[in-house]
């Protein structure tokens, strides 16, 4: 009998640390998906020094373009972002996100739809690549392409009222 004490004892025991490590996954996964959701609420706010707050200082910005039967890659860094104002009314939607943490480092894979002066522009996926830094998780890198229906899904929702 002492046996099998010891045994449910242990098994106990790594169920319990099993249990601990899921939820640790799930509170970083919460906080990378935090920094995502805040860049879109930058991004509609149209506040482009909130933005890079929450980039690495060597971050870049790639937009991926397909036009005319052409591909198109446009770039920023960091410090770009940061000077550009926004001059048009933003309002960006995630939805369905996908995060992958492996330590250090994450990543967001999220579709979105974009208006423009409350009217349909386009939507795309964006991809947050980030990495935690002791301040938290920031931003190293966002791509984005820009896609039109079938191409891309609009928001679930429909439009904004």
Not at 28 to 39: P, Q, S, T
Not at 109 to 121: A, F, H, M, Q, T
Request: net charge negative.
């Amino acid at each position: 009998m002492p046996h099998l004490r010891r045994t449910c004892i242990a098994l106990v025991a790594t169920l319990l640390g099993l249990a601990a490590c899921t939820a640790a996954f799930a509170q970083e996964e919460a906080d990378v998906l935090a920094v995502a959701d805040a860049a879109l609420e930058r991004i509609t706010e149209e506040d482009s020094v909130g933005l890079t707050d929450l980039m690495i200082e060597q971050a870049m910005i790639y937009v991926g373009t397909y036009q005319d039967g052409e591909y198109g890659v446009r770039t920023s860094t960091y410090a770009e972002n940061r000077a550009r104002g926004f001059e048009v009314d933003l309002l960006e939607r995630g939805f369905d996100p996908t995060v992958m943490v492996s330590g250090a480092i994450a990543i967001v894979w999220y579709p979105y739809d974009i208006y423009v002066d409350s009217e349909w522009s386009h939507c795309g996926v964006d991809v947050f690549n980030m990495i935690k830094t002791n301040e938290g998780w920031r931003i190293a890198s966002l791509m984005y392409n820009v896609q039109q229906p079938p191409d891309c899904k609009p928001h679930p929702d429909g439009a904004p009222q």
